[in-house]
């Protein structure tokens, strides 16, 4: 589809070759902050952004005929050669992996009988910023009910090369045989030399830019500084080292950094729980993986965290404009607050989703988390005592992991299959790899959150019933 809009790109010399995706400078300058923020060399990303500068400001000139086209072409040639350079630093590479994406590399608008049809884009103006609406019909040509999986948006350039992407919920979660829904999904943040939106469902996935990445300016960045940070950091190196400690840091607002690694976090865990559910494996269907949070959940759970971060970051800006304690901050203070409890509220609730607590049942459990020759570990032991006067069933334990405001990060269930008598109490004691099982098929694989993400553990009781809440789950202390 193409993009209708008053500020729409015109099309300049269709027959000057385009050997790479035409990313704007605002683009290169987040990919040199990528690049800066993860420990990578930046110096092919630097190249790429003066570059991209250089060719802008002589396209600009030919336009306005203080150039001539052969001024543009070059720069433009020279552009491209970066573009190229930054995105294939080592040749043989190519051989492998496709660094660029045109629009023929991309899937069809299908999957399991569901099809994409008669889709439209529109980009203009809300609140001083472009957004590009994306509408069409999704229509079910199967014969039975089919859940509707996240719809891929592809930025495209007016040469076909995929030059941003956004992966979003559909507004209605299935369709059943023959049904046709009409939708329409914002692309949030359309790059500059937009000129087509390419919608398929995913996988794959496609994520926007780091939020902290955006409006970077390289000119200003302080290099002596941002290494220091990753000496003290060292996420790369560290990760493969020692156990990571948990913090013990609790309470507290968060930072902006913070919202942003939870809001890429459950993209993450959405996605790998969609592919889960997908795939006939035994721990995806029957086993741990089953008890995680829904996919849709976390998907959501994401965006409000997003929204949560814009708020936070409109708050900042506010108070730097109107001072402390002014009405205007005061009012931009509390619509922060108001984002994150909506995003807390919401993640209570998709943990409670998972399962049913066990009435009358309490646990105590201590959690020690480290490496082995299979990775990392959380090797988690205690106590499920039947406080109640009637026998209880206990079919699983619940562990959750929460950051340091106790926000649920994601959760795993370990099979236990108690019966307890009134006041029974039993030991248990179970370790979860991180990742894949590896040669030890007796531990259930475990999604331990990221080290950037500060979290300690919870344990509950479960059992086939009602919605268990966060505040029957129970503290495991790391040791």
Not at 130 to 139: F, I, K, L, N, P
Not at 342 to 369: D, I
């Amino acid at each position: 589809m193409e993009v209708a809009s008053d500020e729409r790109v015109t099309v300049s010399n269709r027959g000057f070759p385009h050997n790479a995706p035409n990313f704007s400078s605002e683009q290169a300058a987040s990919m040199v902050c990528a690049a800066q923020r993860t420990g990578l060399s930046d110096a092919n990303a630097k190249r790429m952004h003066e570059a991209t500068l250089e060719a802008e400001r002589v396209k600009k000139a030919w336009d306005e005929k203080r150039a001539t086209q052969k001024d543009w072409e070059k720069a433009e040639i020279r552009r491209q050669d970066a573009v190229i350079s930054y995105m294939i630093p080592i040749p043989v590479l190519n051989w492998f992996v496709r660094p660029f994406e045109r629009k023929n590399d991309m899937p069809a608008p299908k999957w399991s009988g569901l099809v994409i049809e008669h889709t439209d884009a529109f980009t203009f103006e809300e609140n001083g910023k472009r957004v590009t609406a994306v509408s069409g019909y999704v229509r079910n040509t199967g014969s039975g009910t089919v859940e509707v999986p996240p719809l891929t948006l592809r930025a495209l350039d007016q040469w076909e090369y995929a030059i941003a992407g956004q992966t979003s919920l559909l507004p209605f979660g299935s369709l059943e045989a023959g049904q046709e829904k009409r939708f329409e999904v914002r692309f949030l943040n359309p790059p500059a030399y937009l000129a087509e939106v390419y919608a398929h469902f995913a996988p794959p996935f496609s994520y926007r830019s780091p939020r902290d990445c955006e409006f970077f300016d390289p000119a200003t960045y302080d290099e002596a500084k941002a290494i220091e940070t990753k000496k003290a950091t060292a996420r790369f190196k560290d990760f493969f080292a020692d156990p990571i400690p948990v913090s013990a840091t609790h309470g507290g607002e968060y930072t902006a950094g913070e919202l942003n690694e939870l809001a890429l976090f459950f993209r993450r865990e959405s996605e790998a729980a969609w592919r889960c559910q997908n795939k006939a494996q035994a721990d995806c269907i029957t086993g741990p993986g089953a008890q995680r949070m829904h996919w849709r959940d976390m998907f959501v759970l994401s965006e409000s965290i997003d929204e949560a971060w814009i708020a936070f970051r409109a708050a900042e800006e506010t108070r730097k404009r109107a001072g402390e304690g002014a009405a205007d901050a005061v009012k931009a203070d509390a619509a922060r607050d108001e984002a994150v409890a909506k995003f807390k509220s919401m993640a209570e609730a998709a943990l409670a989703r998972t399962g049913g607590s066990a009435a009358g049942v309490e646990v105590t459990a201590t959690s020690t988390y480290g490496r082995d020759e299979d990775g990392l570990y959380i090797e988690i032991a205690g106590s499920v005592r039947n406080a109640s006067g009637e026998s209880r069933q206990v079919d699983n334990l619940m562990v959750a992991f929460v950051d340091r405001r106790e926000l649920p990060l994601s959760s795993i269930a370990m099979a236990v299959d108690m019966q307890l008598g009134p006041g029974e109490t039993r030991e248990f004691s179970q370790r979860l790899q991180a990742g894949a099982a590896g040669r030890r098929r007796n531990f259930a694989p475990a999604r331990i959150p990221p080290r950037d993400i500060p979290w300690e553990v919870r344990v509950g009781a479960m059992a086939r019933a009602a919605a268990i809440p966060v505040a029957a789950l129970t503290s495991a202390a790391p040791e």
